[in-house]
C-alpha cells in the first residue's frame, strides 16, 4: 500500500529533524496517571524539535471537573504551561475521540493565534513523511467543520456509575487484557483502512504512521509498505509513554 498525507493536514513549516510522539493521557479522569510522565514531557520538549499530542490528551467523557467548560479551561492551561516553558519547541495537537469538541477546538485555534509554536488540527498532521493521527478515525474532519456537538456539562449518575466500574476493571487489570483483543495487526489494518478511505486527498508519500486510540503500545511494525506506531496510554493499568521520532530528513523551512 502506497499512502500519503491528506490535502488538508498541517504541515511543518520548519525545520525539524527529531521529535516525540504520546497520546492518550486522558487527562482529568480518575484513572489518568498523567501526572508520572510530565518528567518525560519536559524532557522531550527541551531534547527535540517538536512534541505531538496525538489525541485523547484531555477527556471531556469522563472528566472529573464540573463542566466541560472547566475541563477545557484546565486543558488550555495545561497545553499553554508547556508552550511558555519550552518556546524553541513546536507543539501539535491532534485531536482523538475523547477531545474532538468544537469549543475546545475553538480555543486552540485562539491559543495557536497567542502562541506560535502550537499547530492544531481535528483529524491528523503530517510532519515529513511521519503522519500522526489519533487512530481510525475520520481524516477528512477540516478547521472549518463542526466536531463533537453538545456534551453533558456534568458527568451523570449514569455516568459516575459506569465510571465507578471502569475503575474497578482498571484495579482488576482487566483493560490490559481487553486491548489485546486488538491485536497489533487488526489494528493497523483498521488505521490502514481509515487511510485508504481517503485517496482524494493525496499529497505526498508518507513512510511512517503513528497513532494511539487503542492504548496497546509497539513500535517498527511493518505493513503494507508503512511502518506503524502506537504510543499507548497514561491509564492506569496500562502500558505506554512517549516515542522518539526520527524523520528521514529534515523538513525544510518554507
Request: aromatic share 8%; proline share 6%.
Amino acid at each position: 500500500m502506497t499512502s500519503s498525507c491528506a490535502q488538508n493536514l498541517d504541515l511543518a513549516t520548519d525545520e525539524l529533524r527529531s521529535g516525540f510522539v504520546l497520546s492518550d493521557l486522558h487527562l482529568f479522569t480518575r484513572r489518568s496517571m498523567a501526572a508520572g510522565w510530565e518528567g518525560d514531557i519536559a524532557r522531550a520538549a527541551s531534547a527535540g524539535d517538536f512534541l505531538v499530542f496525538n489525541g485523547d490528551i484531555v477527556d471531556f467523557r469522563w472528566s472529573t471537573l464540573p463542566s466541560v467548560g472547566d475541563t477545557i479551561d484546565a486543558a488550555v492551561r495545561w497545553l499553554d504551561h508547556w508552550l511558555v516553558a519550552y518556546p524553541r519547541c513546536r507543539f501539535y495537537y491532534v485531536m482523538g475521540n475523547h477531545d474532538g469538541l468544537a469549543e475546545f477546538g475553538q480555543r486552540l485555534e485562539l491559543l495557536s493565534r497567542l502562541r506560535p509554536n502550537l499547530v492544531w488540527h481535528p483529524s491528523a498532521v503530517c510532519i515529513g513523511s511521519a503522519l500522526f493521527l489519533h487512530g481510525d478515525l475520520p481524516l477528512r474532519l477540516g478547521r472549518g467543520r463542526s466536531l463533537r456537538g453538545p456534551l453533558p456539562e456534568v458527568l451523570g449518575q449514569h455516568g459516575r456509575l459506569a465510571d465507578d466500574c471502569y475503575q474497578l476493571a482498571t484495579a482488576a487489570r482487566l483493560p490490559r487484557a481487553a486491548v489485546r483483543i486488538h491485536a497489533r495487526r487488526r489494528t493497523v489494518a483498521k488505521v490502514e483502512r481509515a487511510l485508504q478511505a481517503d485517496p482524494p486527498y493525496a499529497l505526498g508519500p508518507v513512510t511512517d504512521v503513528y497513532f494511539g486510540h487503542t492504548h496497546l503500545p509497539f513500535a517498527r511494525h511493518r505493513h503494507g509498505g508503512l511502518t506503524f506506531h502506537n504510543s499507548g496510554s497514561a491509564i492506569r493499568g496500562m502500558d505506554g509513554g512517549l516515542l522518539p521520532v526520527d524523520l528521514r530528513e529534515p523538513v525544510p523551512s518554507r
